[in-house]
Nanobody
Framework: QVQLVESGGGSVQAGGSLRLSCAFSGRTFEWLLMGWFRQAPGKEREFVAGMVWDSGSTYYADSVKGRFAISRDDAKDTVFLQMDSLEPEDTAVYHC?????????????????????WGQGTQVTVSS
């Protein structure tokens, strides 16, 4: 099984930056989809960013495009989410997700919550 561990959450003021990390292990399949989701207080979990591991292709929700960037470190089996120009609306628990099915990417780009593997989540708080 794939295991995911997130880190890097914290509290910042609007306009600040944070970088989240998600280290994964147990990858035995050739195709891996990695992504970030968030759940704001009182709201449903939503897609934020995704990446196809081998190709490096990235996908973003419209709400974060141009401000967030997902990237990877292949040697360390780690995916990152660089968050710049943070806004109070970005406040949420951020979860790392992984899946081994290319079909899941279609769900993600449609804003659907999906994934076989999930991290525990890390809190991001942005103050106005």
């Amino acid at each position: 099984q794939v295991q995911l561990v997130e880190s890097g959450g914290g509290s910042v003021q609007a306009g600040g930056s944070l970088r989240l990390s998600c280290a994964f292990s147990g990858r035995t399949f050739e195709w891996l989809l990695m992504g970030w989701f968030r759940q704001a207080p009182g709201k449903e979990r939503e897609f934020v960013a995704g990446m196809v591991w081998d190709s490096g292709s990235t996908y973003y929700a419209d709400s974060v495009k141009g401000r967030f960037a997902i990237s990877r470190d292949d040697a360390k089996d780690t995916v990152f989410l660089q968050m710049d120009s943070l806004e109070p609306e970005d406040t949420a628990v951020y979860h790392c997700a992984a899946d081994d099915s290319p079909l899941t990417l279609g769900e993600w780009v449609r804003g659907r919550v999906a994934g076989n593997y999930w991290g525990q989540g890390t809190q991001v708080t942005v103050s106005s």
